[in-house]
């Protein structure tokens, strides 16, 4: 029996795994791998694989080829290929009319709810639209009902696509499967609802948070997909410039003061944060974070849940936190005065507090702080330092071509006084790989903000943040656009993406 070492993505025929149910390759340890001179080849553990290689040979016709690997290879390679296989648009082909309108029928009928979830159809279309998510790193999906439609969107990398158009009929029970998914009431229809799933799908562990609304044409859904497993990152690879990375670390190493992260939703704040926490955890450090709701578990780090239901606010979280003797404090936003002004006094008090803010950039996170009601002085004293931060779009490696820029593109790096004639930027194609959208991936563009002595004064003054932003420039800060146009010169992404992200235009540079 031939042995092998790996499994590569790229030796497996996929089409053969149609045939083959995943719980049989799984259960026998037998991998297929590809069909040649006759033969079929699959990966096999023991006996028993070799015996089910000769059942799936029979089937097919051909003689059967063992190769001998160690199961936690067959694993890896069933969990990779078997992830790779349908998406909801083959599902929703291989459902027929009839089956839909027998769906929409029995749901008139309020005894059979139960049981009409169980049925075949609606259980695979949401089940392959999960495992289409999971497969193309979506973050978010969305079903939503209209008048006469019924929409299902992804959002990858940022931005939403639709990937499915079911049948309006389908509406109800669709919903109706992901509440019942999520533990949530069925016959509550009026309400807005949250919820949680926790499912596996190729052996990876994702947390999906759910949001249903009523809305005029019927309830719309939106799950939230987190994997557990991909969800830390290191300072390393947010795309931290090396000079920020090197100031953002040594503030991190203080034992004292405030460290905000400021940006949009879903611009990638918590995920700055947790790599902070995990760079900077050690035995010695008792850290402790409170949260809304906590997105991924941090081995040896104290994470709370923030319930407003039973009265468990940021404030009283935070309060409460206080008295479990940190050296670090990690809390999840800064969205009234009350959070704001324990978090000074925690900073004053010997604590390094680490959260966010919803600002536009780095010197807006100062004035917004006094808008909320925090003295001028206090936020002078406490705050060392704001990141503001944005996620744009990676170009797709696979389809990267490089090109000479137009006179109008060129003017946009002028200012940064680069050598325009040796000019030489890049973007993407379109290609199997990014969906024809020539991205794949994101990475952040940043802008640190150092509140040196002179800030300190600006803000006793109660200067405006324009005036900050002005000064730090003039002493070397990189601005959101200008760490952007960077990443744009050095290939990452494209100028398209900074002027998105960034809102801006030529007149406003």
Same mark, same amino acid.
Request: charged share 30%; with cysteine; aromatic share 4%.
């Given at each position: 029996?031939?042995?092998?070492?790996?499994?590569?993505?790229?030796?497996?025929?996929?089409?053969?795994?149609?045939?083959?149910?995943?719980?049989?390759?799984?259960?026998?340890?037998?991998?297929?791998?590809?069909?040649?001179?006759?033969?079929?080849?699959?990966?096999?553990?023991?006996?028993?694989?070799?015996?089910?290689?000769?059942?799936?040979?029979?089937?097919?016709?051909?003689?059967?080829?063992?190769?001998?690997?160690?199961?936690?290879?067959?694993?890896?390679?069933?969990?990779?290929?078997?992830?790779?296989?349908?998406?909801?648009?083959?599902?929703?082909?291989?459902?027929?009319?009839?089956?839909?309108?027998?769906?929409?029928?029995?749901?008139?009928?309020?005894?059979?709810?139960?049981?009409?979830?169980?049925?075949?159809?609606?259980?695979?279309?949401?089940?392959?639209?999960?495992?289409?998510?999971?497969?193309?790193?979506?973050?978010?999906?969305?079903?939503?009902?209209?008048?006469?439609?019924?929409?299902?969107?992804?959002?990858?990398?940022?931005?939403?696509?639709?990937?499915?158009?079911?049948?309006?009929?389908?509406?109800?029970?669709?919903?109706?499967?992901?509440?019942?998914?999520?533990?949530?009431?069925?016959?509550?229809?009026?309400?807005?609802?949250?919820?949680?799933?926790?499912?596996?799908?190729?052996?990876?562990?994702?947390?999906?948070?759910? &949001?249903?609304?009523? +809305?005029?044409?019927?309830?719309? /859904? $939106?799950? #939230? *997909?987190? @994997?557990?497993?991909?969800?830390?990152?290191?300072?390393?690879?947010?795309?931290?410039?090396?000079?920020?990375?090197?100031?953002?670390?040594?503030?991190?190493?203080?034992?004292?003061?405030?460290?905000?992260?400021?940006?949009?939703?879903?611009?990638?704040?918590?995920?700055?944060?947790?790599?902070?926490?995990?760079?900077?955890?050690?035995?010695?450090?008792?850290?402790?974070?409170?949260?809304?709701?906590?997105?991924?578990?941090?081995?040896?780090?104290?994470?709370?849940?923030?319930?407003?239901?039973?009265?468990?606010?940021?404030?009283?979280?935070?309060?409460?936190?206080?008295?479990?003797?940190?050296?670090?404090?990690?809390?999840?936003?800064?969205?009234?005065?009350?959070?704001?002004?324990?978090?000074?006094?925690?900073?004053?008090?010997?604590?390094?507090?680490? &959260?966010?803010?919803? +600002?536009?950039?780095?010197?807006? /996170? $100062?004035? #917004? *702080?006094? @808008?909320?009601?925090?003295?001028?002085?206090?936020?002078?004293?406490?705050?060392?330092?704001?990141?503001?931060?944005?996620?744009?779009?990676?170009?797709?490696?696979?389809?990267?071509?490089?090109?000479?820029?137009?006179?109008?593109?060129?003017?946009?790096?002028?200012?940064?006084?680069?050598?325009?004639?040796?000019?030489?930027?890049?973007?993407?194609?379109?290609?199997?790989?990014?969906?024809?959208?020539?991205?794949?991936?994101?990475?952040?563009?940043?802008?640190?903000?150092?509140?040196?002595?002179?800030?300190?004064?600006?803000?006793?003054?109660?200067?405006?943040?324009?005036?900050?932003?002005?000064?730090?420039?003039?002493?070397?800060?990189?601005?959101?656009?200008?760490?952007?146009?960077?990443?744009?010169?050095?290939?990452?992404?494209?100028?398209?993406?900074?002027?998105?992200?960034?809102?801006?235009?030529?007149?406003?540079?």
């Amino acid at each position: 029996m031939e042995t092998i070492e790996t499994i590569k993505d790229d030796d497996i025929e996929i089409s053969l795994l149609k045939d083959i149910p995943h719980s049989f390759a799984r259960n026998n340890l037998v991998m297929p791998v590809k069909r040649k001179d006759g033969a079929l080849f699959a990966a096999v553990a023991d006996e028993r694989g070799y015996l089910a290689l000769r059942e799936m040979a029979k089937k097919y016709g051909l003689k059967p080829y063992p190769l001998k690997t160690q199961p936690g290879i067959i694993i890896d390679a069933i969990n990779r290929a078997y992830g790779q296989l349908g998406s909801a648009e083959e599902v929703m082909e291989g459902i027929s009319g009839e089956d839909f309108s027998a769906v929409a029928t029995d749901f008139e009928k309020p005894k059979d709810l139960l049981g009409l979830m169980e049925e075949a159809p609606i259980i695979r279309l949401l089940n392959a639209l999960l495992q289409q998510a999971v497969k193309e790193k979506a973050s978010d999906i969305h079903i939503e009902p209209y008048e006469k439609e019924l929409d299902v969107r992804l959002r990858i990398d940022g931005i939403l696509r639709r990937v499915l158009s079911p049948p309006k009929i389908i509406q109800d029970a669709l919903i109706s499967r992901v509440k019942i998914m999520a533990n949530l009431d069925i016959a509550e229809k009026r309400l807005p609802q949250d919820g949680r799933i926790r499912i596996l799908t190729g052996g990876r562990d994702i947390d999906i948070r759910v &949001s249903i609304v009523p +809305t005029s044409f019927g309830e719309r /859904a $939106v799950l #939230r *997909l987190l @994997d557990r497993r991909q969800g830390l990152i290191s300072l390393n690879e947010l795309g931290l410039g090396g000079d920020d990375r090197k100031h953002f670390e040594e503030l991190l190493s203080r034992t004292n003061g405030i460290v905000l992260v400021t940006g949009p939703t879903g611009s990638g704040k918590t995920t700055t944060l947790y790599a902070a926490l995990n760079r900077i955890h050690t035995e010695e450090k008792n850290i402790i974070t409170v949260e809304d709701p906590v997105e991924y578990q941090l081995k040896g780090i104290g994470q709370i849940h923030v319930n407003s239901k039973i009265g468990l606010t940021f404030a009283s979280g935070l309060r409460s936190i206080l008295r479990q003797d940190p050296d670090v404090i990690m809390v999840g936003e800064i969205r009234d005065f009350e959070t704001a002004e324990i978090a000074i006094q925690a900073s004053l008090t010997g604590h390094l507090v680490l &959260s966010t803010l919803h +600002t536009n950039d780095a010197a807006s /996170a $100062v004035t #917004r *702080l006094i @808008d909320m009601g925090i003295e001028p002085f206090l936020v002078a004293s406490s705050l060392m330092a704001v990141l503001a931060q944005r996620l744009v779009r990676n170009i797709c490696p696979h389809c990267k071509v490089s090109y000479r820029p137009s006179e109008e593109e060129s003017k946009y790096f002028s200012a940064l006084g680069t050598q325009l004639s040796a000019l030489k930027l890049y973007r993407g194609t379109g290609c199997e790989k990014c969906k024809g959208s020539g991205y794949q991936g994101r990475t952040g563009i940043f802008e640190l903000l150092h509140i040196d002595n002179d800030i300190r004064q600006m803000i006793t003054g109660r200067k405006d943040s324009r005036v900050i932003k002005d000064y730090a420039a003039s002493r070397g800060m990189k601005t959101l656009y200008t760490d952007g146009l960077d990443k744009v010169i050095k290939g990452l992404t494209t100028l398209e993406e900074v002027m998105r992200v960034t809102q801006k235009d030529y007149a406003e540079i």
